[in-house]
């Protein structure tokens, strides 16, 4: 084999094996879902996390309200997954049950686990622990979202949506688009606000983030709560529309970003006519891999095509 056609060979083999610190590729992901919603005389706390550091065990402080936890689910976002990977989480040092793999995942191995902590989450402080198994990676934070009940608090209807959608070229996913499919109260509404939580932002890398349109911020993908991580809390009480609302994340100038996490929260004032109270969980979405992406594929199949070509067009001028 010529050098010229080693050179391209290696490249190829390059190419094919997936980097070492970034597991293999694991498709697009999966959109932001309904997985919990209702309406409670309470608040909705969400947050938690400091960015990937590589610590372990990874912890965190969550202080809830006084009140009764009827719903708290813990989002685990974690870099380079792989099969052999184990992840224990403790809430006030109970072990929370999981399913053993992550719920979605997405890129080079960009995890999302989640937990049911509504048994383990209290009123007051609460130690949140990550302990795992990992090589080249870990989590991004311990992100917390929790409906405290207390009757003399005012009425809060609450959408909670999870995923982890992979917005990049080798994806061609440029935007992801949480549709609020419920018709919303605006009579008596006192308070909107939209809480989201974002990994692997760059600063300088110029996002967007709208609810109806409205811009909300550009570059929100920054690493501002930590190392690729954003965690954010946005009021949209003047953007809130009876029906149609939606949020949409936009990669813009980013190389990746992926958002994981929105929760809209609506406070009204006493004796308006929302309907009902209550809380109902519904179950997330799974996403365990994909194909290569068709980026990715064109560049191999130019290298093979090249190698090829140079191999034989030697053999051809050979005497």
Known sequence: MTRGAAAIALALLLLLAPPAAAGEWRGAGSPLALVAEGTVH???????????????????????????VTFARLSVPVWNYNEADTLDVLVNGQALPWEGAPRIVSAWGVASYLFDASGAARPGTNALEARYVNENGGPYGLYL?????????PLTRFFVYEGNAALGPAT?????????????????????????????GTAGERDRLLFNDHLLGEDVGR????????????????????????????????????????????????????????????????????GVPLPVVGVLLLCV????????DRRRRRP
């Open 145 to 153: 979202t929790a409906v405290v009940e207390n009757q003399t608090m």
């Open 42 to 68: 309470g608040t909705v706390l969400t947050g938690g996390g400091h960015g990937y550091t590589s610590e372990n065990p990874y912890a965190e402080y969550a202080e809830l309200p006084a009140g009764t």
């Open 172 to 200: 061609r996913l440029d935007r992801e688009v949480v549709e609020v499919d419920a018709v919303v109260e605006t009579e008596g509404l006192v308070n909107a606000t939209l809480a989201t939580m974002q990994i692997a």
């Open 305 to 312: 095509a090249g190698a090829g070509y140079l191999f034989f």
């Open 223 to 290: 690493a501002k709560t930590g190392p690729y991580l954003d965690v954010d809390t946005f009021d949209v009480t003047p953007y809130v529309n009876a029906t149609g609302n939606r949020v949409v994340f936009e990669r813009g100038d980013e190389t990746y970003i992926h958002p994981f996490a929105a929760a809209l929260v609506l406070t009204y004032a006493d004796g308006t006519g929302v309907p009902g109270t209550g809380v109902t969980v519904h179950e997330p979405g799974r996403s365990g891999g994909g």
